[in-house]
């Protein structure tokens, strides 16, 4: 059984058409990451994606993630515990990395192959989530 750490994570019941908003945004991210040829844009989209992966699956499990410092490792940790996939945890967090890097220090852009790769990782992840 999953622990959800009550100071990260509170619990709250969804409706279902909550839960398939989150979805429908994750998907919508995960599109404009495969319909573009900026590899920033596919790179922050694949990640955006990814973590709106996270709470809509937490959602269904009937939590949400407190938004405070660190909640993304939180929401990765828990996709990668939901999944069953401790690679998730660790390319999530690699990426998330790297978006801190662009996003706090501007020292981070990413190229062609490593945005494809990102990009692939993420789709795979809906895939094994069998959204």
Do not use: C, W
């Amino acid at each position: 059984m999953i622990n959800f750490e009550s100071q990260h994570f509170q619990k709250l019941t969804f409706q279902e058409k909550q839960i398939s908003q989150f979805l429908l945004s994750a998907r919508h991210d995960l599109k404009i990451a495969k319909e573009s040829d900026v590899p920033d844009v596919v790179f922050k989209f694949s990640y955006d994606a990814l973590i709106k992966l996270g709470i809509m699956l937490i959602a269904r499990k009937g939590y949400k993630v407190r938004s405070k410092a660190g909640h993304h490792i939180k929401i990765l940790e828990k996709l990668s515990q939901l999944l069953k996939d401790e690679d998730i945890l660790v390319l999530g967090n690699k990426m998330r990395q790297e978006r801190n890097v662009n996003l706090y220090d501007g020292g981070f852009f990413v190229g062609e192959k490593d945005s494809l790769e990102y990009f692939e990782f993420v789709k795979s992840t809906f895939k094994k989530a069998r959204i």
